[in-house]
């Protein structure tokens, strides 16, 4: 069956960097886009970064934009999010999620904060 693992979130100072991990198994990773959303309490879900299957195309939420960086690994079957400069706004559960297969990671909390 399909897992993700997400793993590296925490409390982090504003200004601060985070990697995010999702390692995948039981699909053909290398054949599927990634993402990942957030969602912080009383908000919706929202998209916050996309890589296609190669890995040549990515997309970004404006406020991320210069800050995040997403990233994957076909051979580790792992998809990556390097967030940089976190801000206060940024803290939200982060879950992975497969493209056009809807499965969804349990989610790692990222909270930013001094």
């Known amino acids: 069956q399909v897992q993700l693992v997400e793993s590296g979130g925490g409390l982090v100072q504003p200004g601060g960097s985070l990697r995010l991990s999702c390692a995948a198994s039981?699909?053909?990773?290398?054949?599927?886009?990634m993402s990942w959303y957030r969602q912080a309490p009383g908000k919706e879900r929202e998209l916050v970064a996309y890589?296609?299957?190669?890995?040549?195309?990515?997309n970004y939420l404006d406020s991320v934009k210069g800050r995040f960086t997403i990233s994957r690994d076909n051979a580790k079957n792992t998809v990556y999010l390097q967030m940089n400069a976190l801000k206060p706004e940024d803290t939200a559960v982060y879950y992975c999620?497969?493209?056009?297969?809807?499965?969804w990671g349990q989610g790692t909390q990222v909270t930013v904060s001094s």
């Open positions: 890589i296609n299957f190669s890995g040549g195309l990515t």
């Open positions: 999620y497969v493209n056009n297969k809807g499965y």
């Open positions: 039981g699909f053909t990773f290398s054949t599927y886009g």
